[in-house]
């Protein structure tokens, strides 16, 4: 029976780059992501801050009829899952059968697209929106316009798991790959928030940063002073494949997903768990699935989007897992900024980049410790370190907890 | 009027990014000539609404795939006459 699954593919549209060398580079060197919105960005004036990925023409991944209506977060994940299987070196149709193909990419779906429609509506009637809509915006499309694009035929879905999406998707692609249901699973997630109605939703809600003249200081995981997160667009997408199936095609492998965790907070829509004790049950349902005891971790990359309340519940709950024997953490979003669900994907291919490199990210912006915090913290520069097992977290709104565990490729 | 139909129609074609170099009187519209499919045929169908204030059903866009360009001209000309004398 397949216990873990082989990651051969990474596909990256991030603020910091889109090789995963690149933004390894980035999250251990510091090299910020975040910004003031660019002069004809329609967020100009609205936000001080954001983490912007690089602009992607709808046409360059999808025929120019087609691509009008297409929103952004579409466009990037087809570009990273482009990048992706062709990293995997794999076709479908040629090397694995069409229907031995699954694909689970999620997202909150296009809503810019969709406000702009709705702005049209209000202003020109029916005739303001278009026929194209539906297919451009429905959080299913990221996932069914990979297969359309690539000619997938097996199990595709979504998965609508807010800010926990992405991690969720790589839980459950191993599912889908223990289960024999397939032999490859295209996996990941895409987000596109920044335009003015999900930024202000997010700003009054009061979680985002405020108040920092250097942009590229705003998001301040587990520091005494964070005060929010800094919202980032990006898209990730991993191939994964039966390790049986990717040892007999020669396929090189990257690292192996171990195992996973998922738990629900039930407490509040928006606010963790204060006691973070249905984190802490995902992370050991996470390692008790890979085989694994907390000891076994090397590197805990947090989902720490530096806001007051997240924060400290999931230091909470690492504490209450580990203790004595808590890992190297870091959360890499002082660098990139939040990327929403998409945050999961592109954190676990750093994971994978932190094991094949032996080398783990520092927590950027970490330049006083919040002292009710007690983790142990990488922090200033990149901790050299041989590892074998990288845990990352994934929490969204919800109360969805979501932890993935990844190996070594020769562990 | 078929002549203004038929420039209208070729804007809006290039606006849905279709190529209209080739396209005649004779050139269907579906998958046997300029290629518009269901979504496409529809938006076709919503700007000539919105342009001419006409209306056309669901059905009705759908046919279009077999029209020509003549042909189409023709059916937009006759609904718009048609509408004007209600």
């Known amino acids: 029976m397949t216990t873990r699954a082989a990651v051969t593919g990474i596909g990256l549209v991030t603020p910091v780059g889109t090789a995963v060398g690149e933004v390894f580079d980035a999250v251990c060197a510091g090299r910020s992501g975040l910004s003031a919105p660019p002069e004809d960005h329609v967020l100009r004036g609205v936000v001080d801050v954001a983490a912007f990925a690089p602009p992607i023409a709808a046409d360059t991944v999808i025929p ?23 990293d995997a070196g794999l076709e479908v149709g040629r ?37 194209f809509l539906l297919p451009g915006v429905l959080p ?38 223990r289960a024999g249901e397939a032999d490859v699973v295209v996996c990941g997630c895409s987000e596109a928030p920044l335009f003015p109605t999900l930024v202000d939703a997010f700003g009054n809600a009061l979680a985002l ?57 039930a407490y509040h829509p928006t606010t963790p768990r204060p006691d973070g004790s249905s984190a802490a049950a995902g992370m050991e349902i996470a390692l ?62 750093i994971g994978i980049a932190a094991l094949r490199h032996g ?26 370190a041989p590892a074998r097992t990288v845990m990352s977290n994934s929490f969204g709104f919800g109360g969805h907890n979501v932890s993935v565990i990844l190996g070594h490729a020769d562990a | 009027m078929t ?21 005649d009187e004779d050139t269907v519209l579906g998958p046997a000539g300029a290629d518009l499919e269901s979504l496409a045929l529809a938006e076709l169908a ?26 189409f001209c023709a059916v937009v000309a006759q609904r718009i006459t048609a509408s004007a004398a209600t």
């Open chain 1, 288 to 349: 008790r699935d890979a085989g694994l005891t907390a000891a076994d971790v090397d590197y805990l990359n947090a989902h720490g989007t530096a806001t007051k309340a997240g924060d400290a519940a999931e230091a909470k709950a690492i504490t209450s897992v580990f203790g004595a024997a808590m890992p190297p953490v870091s959360s890499t979003k002082g660098v990139t900024g939040h990327m929403l669900g998409a945050s999961g994907v592109v954190e676990a291919a």
């Open chain 2, 3 to 23: 002549a203004e139909i038929r420039d209208f129609l070729l804007e809006s074609l290039t606006e849905m990014k279709y190529p209209t170099d080739e396209i």
């Open chain 1, 359 to 384: 080398l783990l990210p520092p927590t950027h912006n970490l330049d006083d410790p919040d002292p009710s915090i007690d983790l142990n913290h990488i922090r200033d520069k990149a901790l050299a």
């Open chain 1, 64 to 86: 120019a009829k087609e691509a009008r209506f297409v929103d952004r977060s579409i466009v990037m994940a087809l570009r990273a899952a482009e990048d992706a299987l062709a």
């Open chain 1, 140 to 177: 299913n499309m990221a996932a069914a316009r990979t297969a359309i694009k690539f000619g997938i035929r097996g199990y595709t879905s979504s998965v609508g798991t807010a800010c926990a999406a992405g991690g969720q998707s790589i839980g459950e692609a191993l599912r889908i790959l």
């Open chain 1, 209 to 265: 940063a405020k108040g920092w003249p250097d942009p590229t200081t705003a998001s301040r995981p587990f520091d005494r002073r964070r005060n929010g997160l800094v919202l980032g667009e990006a898209a990730g997408v991993l191939v994964l494949e039966r390790p049986g199936f990717a040892r007999a095609r020669g396929a090189s492998v990257h690292a192996d997903v171990l195992g996973w965790g998922a738990t629900t907070d």
């Open chain 1, 95 to 131: 090397d694995v059968d069409p229907y031995r193909v699954a694909v689970v990419v999620s997202g909150v779906g296009g809503l810019d697209t969709l406000a702009d429609q709705a702005v049209r509506r209000s202003r020109q009637g029916r005739l303001g929106v278009s026929p």
């Open chain 2, 46 to 71: 919503l700007r000539v609404e919105d342009r001419y204030g006409v209306r056309f059903e669901a059905d009705e866009a759908d046919a279009f795939a077999g029209l020509t360009v003549g042909e």
